[in-house]
């Protein structure tokens, strides 16, 4: 134990800082039982069943809880029970934290682990908040490939409040779940909807009050130009003027920055850019971007710009082209990953007049704002959270009992 004379009133010294008088350190051993998971051949395994058998992927379901699966088993054995804290025990997924409450009794595979709180030790619902801020891959051993035993389980220590004080921390973080549920079952809500105007806008099935004139179908390459982009990769500089627009940044929303001082292909306000070459999946082909100011980008090669001409609104012309189904399958099923200039600008294009475009472009245009403003409040409550988290875990700030 280090001695620490900056000790707060209310507080003391302990082997891994200073924590509050009534907190002390544990090994995380002494206050759970584990249980590894077992392999999907000792299960009969079907679509339905008592219990959920759950792998690593199936964790991608939900949030905190997990109660569903792909696979379901009716075999009573290896049960863990309802409450249990699970997580991977080896691979990239210890990497990304991913750690869940088990919402019911479930089976696991051999890839997993669970920890059951003793009785009176720990309550589950705060074991699970102190694993996420621990970190997986904090208690793992992670200089080959990520692994998690009992041998590093059993060891490891964290500061532990009394069962009131861990009962009402796991409320206080609880309240925010509940909020950042809500905010991603609107965001859903949200985007479904919008996926519904635009199949029912862009199709003319549904049409703007006060518009009643014909659309027209014509080949793409006789609404927009055509340009390619160049070279950047040999310019990259770490805080350069222009970002740099490639498969990434596209296929991320604008979330994988490169920047560089150079700018060999300017984009421009209202340029529409797509994806040409995306191997080798082809999970970003013919997705596009929409710029919204000059002087900020700079088109990166395989990707394309495409400048509306007169006659046609861009924005309309976006959500049109924007993952197109007529780029995203070869003749034979098999998913595209290069396009040609040829394959891009022959795509058939149903249009209005241009005040129905404008009109249509600003109806999805609003509900972009409407999805964006809600994304940046779920970023919110989960910031809110996290910080929450790091005070109350810590004892940095006490509830009330």
């Known amino acids: 134990m280090t001695k620490n004379k900056n000790i707060p009133q209310g507080y003391k010294d302990s082997p891994l800082g200073v924590i509050p008088k009534e907190w002390e350190v544990k090994r995380l051993g002494d206050l759970v039982k584990i249980k590894s998971g077992e392999s999907p051949n000792l299960f009969n395994l079907s679509n339905t069943g008592k219990y959920p058998y759950v792998k690593v992927e199936d964790m991608n379901n939900c949030e905190k809880f997990q109660m569903h699966s792909r696979e379901y088993s009716n075999d009573e054995k290896s049960i863990i029970p309802q409450w249990s804290v699970i997580f991977p025990k080896r691979g990239a997924a210890i990497l990304n934290n991913k750690v869940r409450i088990a919402g019911t009794d479930i089976q696991m595979d051999s890839n997993m682990m669970a920890i059951m709180p003793l009785q009176n030790s720990i309550i589950s619902e705060y074991l699970y908040y102190r694993i996420i801020c621990e970190q997986l891959f904090k208690i793992a051993d992670t200089s080959t490939i990520p692994q998690i035993n009992n041998?590093?389980?059993?060891?490891?220590?964290l500061c532990l409040p009394p069962l009131p004080e861990q009962q009402k921390i796991a409320e206080t973080l609880s309240i925010w779940d509940e909020a950042i549920d809500v905010q991603t079952r609107l965001i859903a809500s949200l985007q479904t909807r919008k996926r519904g105007l635009m199949q029912q806008l862009l199709t003319g099935k549904k049409r703007v009050k006060g518009f009643s004139g014909k659309w027209e179908e014509k080949p793409l390459e006789e609404m927009v130009g055509f340009y390619n982009g160049k070279a950047h990769e040999n310019n990259l500089t770490e805080n350069g003027v222009f970002i740099l627009v490639n498969s990434k940044f596209i296929s991320t929303e604008g979330k994988v920055i490169k920047r560089t001082d150079s700018c060999l292909s300017p984009l421009f306000k209202e340029d529409i850019v797509m994806v040409m070459s995306d191997v080798p999946n082809g999970k970003a082909i013919a997705k596009c971007y929409y710029i919204e100011e000059d002087n900020k980008y700079t088109l990166n090669q395989r990707i394309c710009v495409l400048r509306t001409k007169k006659g046609y609104k861009s924005k309309f012309m976006f959500y049109a082209i924007n993952r197109n189904k007529y780029y995203l399958l070869y003749d034979d099923g098999v998913k595209q990953t290069n396009l040609r200039k040829e394959e891009v600008l022959d795509c058939p294009i149903f249009t209005p007049e241009?005040?129905?475009?404008?009109?249509?472009?600003?109806?999805?245009?609003?509900?972009?704002?409407?999805?964006?403003l809600a994304l940046q409040k779920?970023?919110?409550?989960?910031?809110q959270k996290k910080g929450l988290m790091q005070v109350l875990l810590t004892g940095k700030k006490r509830v009330k009992i």
């Open 354 to 372: 241009y005040k129905e475009q404008t009109a249509i472009a600003n109806i999805l245009s609003a509900a972009d704002t409407e999805i964006e």
């Open 378 to 383: 779920l970023a919110k409550l989960k910031e």
């Open 151 to 157: 041998k590093h389980i059993i060891p490891y220590k």
